[in-house]
């Protein structure tokens, strides 16, 4: 929705994208980012080994705003996966109260982080995650995509995901909005380094740690 009323002050956010061969899809994911309709933001890429055009595409960003940094990295340390090492490096750099963790394939409304944020501290949340609306244009992506968000919801019920004392737990790796120091609580990335689906171990340790008030999974940003 894009009629959230917004909190005032809201926080600062740090909003971390990790990268790694996108030049295909991070222009378009800046671009988005960089029209955000929110006061106070940052934006770290953090280019992950590309062998593409990505780490060309992010420096030549570099240079048309001050929200932007970017973080090359060149070596992945034994045990942790590609991503989780990307974005616990960009952490170490981010100066927001709150954490969006999202991918290099996504595309974001001007309004969307400002409803996200009012949405969290309106109902006292310390994790949203969101599932975005999917953009199915080849053949296959229109067979497959709907097949895999159905399955999904089989496997993780939303009503079991957002009720607390349920151990059913969940989050979409493409978008997730945490408060910064329940994120610490939660050891970080650092906690999840070796797993594939990090964003759903995460969101694990935040049920059986009760660090999280809350978690909200609604159908698009």
């Given at each position: 929705?894009?009629?959230?009323?917004?909190?005032?002050?809201?926080?600062?956010?740090?909003?971390?994208?990790?990268?790694?061969?996108?030049?295909?899809?991070?222009?378009?994911?800046?671009?988005?980012?960089?029209?955000?309709?929110?006061?106070?933001?940052?934006?770290?890429v953090i280019d992950d080994r590309s062998n593409d055009a990505t780490p060309r595409i992010l420096d030549k960003f570099k240079n048309t705003s001050t929200r932007l940094?970017?973080?090359?990295?060149?070596?992945?340390?034994?045990?942790?996966?590609?991503?989780?090492?990307?974005?616990?490096?960009?952490?170490?750099?981010?100066?927001?109260?709150?954490?969006?963790?999202?991918?290099?394939?996504?595309?974001?409304?001007?309004?969307?982080?400002?409803?996200?944020?009012?949405?969290?501290?309106?109902?006292?949340?310390?994790?949203?995650?969101?599932?975005?609306?999917?953009?199915?244009?080849?053949?296959?992506?229109?067979?497959?995509?709907?097949?895999?968000?159905?399955?999904?919801?089989?496997?993780?019920?939303?009503?079991?995901?957002?009720?607390?004392?349920?151990?059913?737990?969940?989050?979409?790796?493409?978008?997730?909005?945490?408060?910064?120091?329940?994120?610490?609580?939660?050891?970080?990335?650092?906690?999840?380094?070796?797993?594939?689906?990090?964003?759903?171990?995460?969101?694990?340790?935040?049920?059986?740690?009760?660090?999280?008030?809350?978690?909200?999974?609604?159908?698009?940003?």
């Amino acid at each position: 929705k894009e009629d959230m009323p917004a909190h005032s002050p809201l926080p600062a956010v740090s909003i971390l994208v990790p990268a790694r061969n996108e030049a295909d899809n991070i222009a378009a994911c800046l671009n988005s980012l960089l029209k955000l309709d929110y006061p106070q933001y940052e934006i770290i890429v953090i280019d992950d080994r590309s062998n593409d055009a990505t780490p060309r595409i992010l420096d030549k960003f570099k240079n048309t705003s001050t929200r932007l940094k970017v973080i090359h990295l060149s070596n992945l340390p034994s045990g942790w996966t590609g991503k989780t090492h990307a974005l616990f490096q960009g952490v170490k750099i981010a100066q927001g109260e709150w954490f969006l963790f999202t991918d290099a394939d996504t595309v974001h409304k001007p309004l969307s982080l400002k409803n996200a944020v009012s949405y969290s501290l309106e109902r006292n949340l310390d994790l949203l995650s969101l599932y975005p609306q999917s953009r199915n244009q080849s053949f296959w992506e229109k067979i497959t995509q709907p097949l895999g968000g159905s399955i999904l919801t089989l496997w993780y019920p939303f009503e079991k995901v957002n009720t607390p004392g349920s151990p059913t737990a969940f989050a979409n790796g493409q978008y997730i909005l945490i408060k910064k120091s329940s994120y610490l609580e939660l050891g970080g990335h650092e906690a999840v380094k070796g797993e594939l689906l990090e964003d759903v171990a995460m969101a694990g340790r935040a049920k059986e740690k009760n660090k999280i008030t809350h978690q909200k999974i609604t159908s698009s940003y």
